[in-house]
């Protein structure tokens, strides 16, 4: 059974940073891709950022680039967001995910497994 368990949420203020980590425990017999989307209060889940497997190709929602970063050590079953230059607009649950099949970046209907979440709120 696959579970998805993230960490690293918290409050902070406008400008600051965070990492957020998910680890996987498990076994996926795929290459599979790895993603983080968001939910803020009253919005649809979106997508935020994936990788490959080797974690050499990486996509980003336009409302993150350059400012979040996704990476994996697969050594640890861990990814990573790292989330710089906080705004308010990005206070939402984050959820990793996995796409077993590799078969979009950013469609949630592709991910089947999920964590729980963790809560990210950013004050202005």
């Known amino acids: 059974q696959v579970q998805l368990v993230e960490s690293g949420g918290g409050l902070v203020q406008a400008g600051d940073s965070l990492r957020l980590s998910c680890a996987k425990s498990g076994t996926i017999f795929s290459n599979y891709l790895m993603g983080w989307f968001r939910q803020a209060p009253g919005k649809e889940r979106e997508f935020i950022a994936a990788?490959?497997?080797?974690?050499?190709?990486?996509y980003y929602a336009d409302s993150v680039k350059g400012r979040f970063t996704i990476s994996r050590d697969n050594a640890k079953n861990t990814v990573y967001l790292q989330m710089n230059s906080l705004k308010p607009e990005d206070t939402a649950v984050y959820y990793c995910?996995?796409?077993?099949?590799?078969?979009?970046?950013?469609?949630?209907?592709?991910?089947?497994?999920w964590g729980q979440g963790t809560q990210v709120t950013v004050s202005s």
């Open positions: 995910a996995i796409n077993q099949y590799g078969t979009s970046w950013y469609d949630l209907g592709e991910y089947r497994y």
């Open positions: 990788i490959s497997w080797s974690g050499g190709s990486t």
